[in-house]
């Protein structure tokens, strides 16, 4: 049978499916790990995570390969849904914290677990996206069902670009913050003092005292980092703090992380075995919140606020998302124990987590924040603008017209851009990214508006000292849609282009003209090409006697399946 959307599916296939979705959905249930005492079973999630993670950066390398990348991303979301079945369906027993020791038993139960989440991760995203018509699916073989994705061609290049893979002679960047500490004689020989106070706790653990003056040492290197890559002000309102207080806490947390990591892994290159029982950082809810105010400078009320926004909920209207984005992993009853990974807050994106736990937490400052997102995107264009190109708007339009956001004009080429700005949020599920989808396809009547209202009075930008002459004068004028972290690709034969902010960005600063830069983007070679940037094979994930195929993205090179894009 041909592969068929939800809306075309019959209603015997749409009952097939939506019985094996069913059966899948309880794959959980066997699990021994939640038999496990509820925090030790989630201690042991973390540790699992180690034993991913810790591997692929011997590989690899780190900390922007693109296979540690995938893999950090994978273990974020795959160990936040393994984290939440312990949450809903674990057992209600707790074991005192002596008995966070890895064994083992407890090995091989935790991954057990987390296979199955990993699998059980690609249905979550498989059968919404056939839900809500994005995915064709068929049912190839009992209990075997295929999916695939509609776009086509086009439409597995974005879905590429989305998820970092770039053309071989493309610019790459992270928009993570690098690694930044500088490995000199200096660093090494207080990394070597901090290492002289650590002691062994049992086979597979150690311990230390609070190495504040290493911690103060980091943090001014993370600092940089972190302004290097925030995207937004610091006066950037979040509800109950800034940015600005954000971005302090957050380096002071980089700092205790990026020492516990270094010393995880020289204390295992000098035993032999990385230090399983010790490589989650485990405190009182009111020690991390000291620590953390005392090397901030905040005041503790503050970063009490923070520590919670960044803890995975166990309760309440919130809905966990993923462990880069809430790294803090409750290990008691009332959240007052508290475990974290390093690795998850040191490869994260902090400034973009925040705002998303902001807009569940805090909608009317991440609305706040949201409108200023076109102003932030026009004035990151224009700071690195050629002379010879000139910038303007917003323009207010009337008759109920969207405003113009941006205009771009070069006299020498006799070129004008008339463009829209999206930058919308990333999303993390297929549901979000069906939101995010409709909401980026607004620009498009947005600009068929905007381009009818110019069309039929070519003066009035002219006439307002916005352009330099009338529309009508212009050898070339090209409506575009400019897109920041999300967007769908739109026929530009049949619609308006849509160009990667970034991507526009260097094609203006680079060329000789506008009219160059548009020719060379319009080309579309800034999206990677199938076969020779990236691949796409269907590969097979099992839930409780229930396998899907589908639709894996990956380095043109084989890449094992924790490597793939998610």
């Given amino acids: 049978m041909a592969a068929l959307l939800k809306s075309e599916s019959s209603a015997e296939l749409v009952q097939q499916l939506v019985a094996l979705e069913d059966l899948a959905d309880d794959c959980f249930k066997d699990l021994e790990l939640l038999r496990v005492p509820r925090n030790l ?80 991760e690609v249905f979550t995203g498989c059968f919404p996206a056939w839900h809500r018509d994005r995915a064709a699916a068929e049912i190839v073989a009992p209990r075997t069902v295929r999916f695939t994705w509609i776009g086509g061609a086009v439409g597995r290049r974005v879905s590429a670009f989305q998820k970092g893979f770039r053309p071989e002679s493309g610019e790459r960047g992270t928009a993570i913050p690098s690694s930044p500490v500088p490995d000199t004689p200096a660093t090494r020989d207080r990394l070597a003092r901090v290492l002289e106070t650590c002691r062994p706790s049992g086979p597979r653990g150690f311990s230390y005292p609070e190495p504040r003056a290493y911690h103060e040492y980091l943090m001014p290197f993370y600092e940089r980092s972190l302004a290097s890559v925030f995207r937004r002000e610091d006066s950037l309102d979040l509800g109950k703090y800034t940015l600005s207080t954000f971005k302090s806490l957050y380096v002071a947390l980089l700092a205790i992380c990026a020492t516990h990591e270094i010393l995880c892994h020289w204390w295992g290159k000098g035993r032999g075995k990385y230090p399983l029982n010790s490589a989650v950082i485990v405190r009182e809810h009111a020690d991390w919140v000291d620590t953390l105010s005392r090397l901030s400078g905040q005041h503790r009320d503050v970063v009490e606020a923070i520590v919670d926004d960044l803890t995975f909920p166990v309760g309440g209207p919130r809905k966990p998302q993923d462990l880069l984005i809430h790294p803090f992993v409750p290990l008691d009853a009332g959240s007052r124990l508290l475990g974290i990974l390093p690795h998850f807050p040191l490869y994260s994106r902090p400034d973009e987590n925040i705002l998303r736990t902001c807009s569940y937490i805090s909608p009317a400052a991440y609305h706040a924040a949201s409108q200023l997102k076109e102003r932030d995107m026009r004035s990151d264009l224009v700071s690195g603008l050629p002379a010879h190109v000139a910038f303007g708007g917003p323009v207010k339009l009337p008759g109920g017209n969207p405003d113009l956001d941006l205009i771009l004009e070069d006299h020498g080429s006799s070129t004008l851009v008339l463009a829209e700005l999206k930058w919308i949020r990333k999303p993390l599920s297929v549901l979000e990214r069906c939101d995010r989808d409709e909401e980026f396809l607004k620009g498009v009547d947005q600009l068929r508006r905007i ?57 203006v600063c680079k060329a000789a003209t506008l009219h160059d830069a548009l020719a060379e983007l319009l080309e579309f070679e800034w999206l990677p090409v199938e076969g020779r940037d990236f691949a796409v094979s269907f590969q097979v994930a099992r839930a409780n006697g229930v396998s899907i195929e589908s639709e894996i993205f990956l380095p043109v090179r084989s890449a094992s399946p924790l490597h793939q894009a998610p």
């Fill in 41 to 120: 079973a989630s201690w042991a999630a973390l540790t699992r995570l180690v034993q991913l993670i810790e591997p692929t950066i011997e590989k690899f390398g780190t900390p922007y390969t693109r296979e540690f990348l995938a893999t950090i991303i994978n273990a974020g979301r795959s160990g936040s849904l393994l984290l939440e079945w312990i949450r809903k369906h674990g057992s209600a027993r707790l074991a005192p914290r002596s008995r966070f020791r890895w064994s083992v038993a407890l090995e091989r139960t935790a991954a057990q677990a987390f296979d199955l989440a990993h699998n059980y």
């Fill in 451 to 507: 381009e009818g209202f110019l069309s039929g009075n070519p003066e009035y930008l002219f006439e307002r000292g916005k352009v330099s002459r009338s529309m009508s004068d212009y050898s070339e004028v090209r409506y575009l849609l400019l897109a920041r972290d999300h967007f769908v690709w739109v026929d530009p034969a049949a619609e308006y282009p849509v160009i990667e902010f970034e991507a526009f960005k260097r094609a």
